[in-house]
């Protein structure tokens, strides 16, 4: 009944930008915090971003100052923009939401992620 759909993954240079989006839909009330994590292989999943609904976003130490997450609340969607990329980004990154459903309920899901690839 929920769908979180990332977009905007692929292949970067080391220092260049790619944009990725993330468009919840489905049976949503209401949405709550978003947020980016990523996966390298052989890795934990790790967070990346962290936005609210004030669009207010907190970062890891790892992409603080090159990555900007935002959100536009009236499309359901949540936005990376990550500059000055190293090889060290490259990882499969997830979408998470906490959601109001209009069935009451309130949980959290998950995108199936992108994969982003840095060449150095």
């Known amino acids: 009944q929920v769908q979180l759909v990332e977009s905007g993954g692929g292949l970067g240079q080391a220092g260049g930008s790619l944009r990725l989006s993330c468009a919840a839909s489905g049976s949503i009330f209401s949405i709550y915090g978003m947020a980016w994590y990523r996966q390298a292989p052989g890795k934990e999943r790790e967070l990346v971003a962290a936005i609210g609904t004030g669009g207010s976003a907190d970062y890891s130490d790892s992409v603080k100052g090159r990555f900007t997450a935002s959100r536009d609340n009236a499309k359901n969607t949540v936005y990376l923009q990550m500059n000055s990329l190293k090889p060290e980004d490259t990882a499969v990154y997830y979408c998470?939401?906490?959601?109001?459903?209009?069935?009451?309920?309130?949980?959290?899901?998950w995108g199936h992620g992108t994969q982003v690839t840095v060449s150095s």
């Open positions: 998470n939401a906490d959601l109001l459903l209009r069935t009451g309920v309130r949980s959290f899901h």
